[in-house]
């Protein structure tokens, strides 16, 4: 098929922050003419006839009206992560367009950096490496201690894929695994982990050694974690995000890290991502913060670019979509 004809995919830019990863143009290009934001914008007139795809890495580009009203012929946005929280799904729909979304290249990476927060957090392992890097430091003290990982309680709220991949590793700990989900008890996962499903949230709170948050921010999970939850947990427990900052109340986090309600936080996601540098959570020394890891690896990335390309080209030719998202 000559380059001309192929469907247009419509990506936000090559590279920068939300733009399509270098290494990945060229398997996009195999199956879609690509054409970057700037150059619609140019050429409104021109291209919104060709583009039937629109490929969002992070929450770029926006989708609102205005977009999906100059694109009369779109008929997919595929979303580069399993989140699609910066979507309006009906309003999508409305228009006749699907979404997609890529819940499997992202679950063990994100999995991965969930139990990369609980280790480093647990065993003091940033500032242990600033001890043993600094030129101030002489010796290492004996009584600088850190929690044990292996064989503590571990609560999981939301067992949806990348929950069961973290259950599966923190089996491989020895842990002892509770979960709670809002809508669906999963009893084969709980077979295949030995975990105990907690009806109530309240329960799986109350005793966790370690909690982490897997869940999908929705307007019922906003603020989901506030001074009433963290109050439940154990004043020697950790909180650990993985999935939307939003999830967790900041304002009710920095007081419960300030006052010892909770021991420590590990959060790989927060709302904004970056925080204003003068935000109080970044002046706690019990928290850990990374910049939204979870799905920054090389094998993770490419696996969504494959992943999206498969939805999009079902969706061009009336197929099932592997990956769709239902408002
Ligand atoms: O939703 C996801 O898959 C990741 O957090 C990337 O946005």
């Keep these: 098929m000559a380059k001309q004809e192929q469907p247009g995919l419509l990506i936000l830019e090559i590279g920068g922050v939300c733009g399509v990863l270098e290494g990945h143009v060229e398997l996009l290009k195999k199956h879609f003419h690509l054409i970057t934001m700037n ?14 795809s629109v490929f969002i890495y992070a929450d770029r580009p926006v989708v609102d009206r205005e977009l999906l009203q100059s694109l009369p012929h779109l008929k997919v946005i595929a979303n580069s992560g399993v989140g699609v929280n910066h979507l309006d799904l009906k309003l999508i729909s409305s228009f006749g367009v699907k ?22 957090s647990a065993r003091r392992l940033v500032e242990g490496c600033q001890i043993a890097v600094s030129p101030q430091t002489e010796r290492f003290a004996a009584d600088w201690l850190g929690d044990e990982v292996t064989g503590a309680t571990l609560g999981i709220i939301g067992m949806g894929s990348i929950g069961y991949k973290v259950a599966k590793r923190a089996k491989a700990f020895e842990m002892k695994i509770l979960y709670h989900n809002r809508n669906q008890r999963k009893e084969e996962e709980e077979q295949a982990v030995g975990a105990r499903y ?50 967790v109340d900041h304002d009710a986090l920095v007081e419960a890290l300030q006052n010892g309600i909770i021991k420590a936080a590990a959060l790989d996601v927060t709302y904004p991502e970056p925080l204003p540098r003068d935000h109080p959570l970044l002046k706690l020394k019990n928290i850990l913060i990374t910049p939204h890891l979870g799905i920054k690896t090389d094998k993770a990335t490419r696996m969504i670019t494959e992943e999206a390309v498969a939805n999009i080209l079902a969706a061009l030719n009336g197929l099932p979509m592997p990956n769709e998202v239902f408002p």
Aim: proline share 3%.
């Design 198 to 247: 907690c009806e109530k949230m309240e329960d799986l709170l109350q005793q966790s050694d370690f909690v982490i948050l897997v869940v999908n921010l929705t307007p019922q999970t906003h603020k989901f974690i506030g001074k009433r939850e963290l109050e439940l947990m154990k004043p020697t427990a950790t909180l650990i995000n993985i999935s939307r900052g939003a999830v």
């Design 39 to 52: 150059e619609f914008l140019k050429n409104k007139e021109r291209l919104s006839e060709k583009i039937k």
């Design 99 to 120: 979404v997609t979304n890529t819940p499997h290249a992202v679950s063990d990476s994100t999995a991965d950096i969930g139990m990369a927060l609980m280790l480093a």
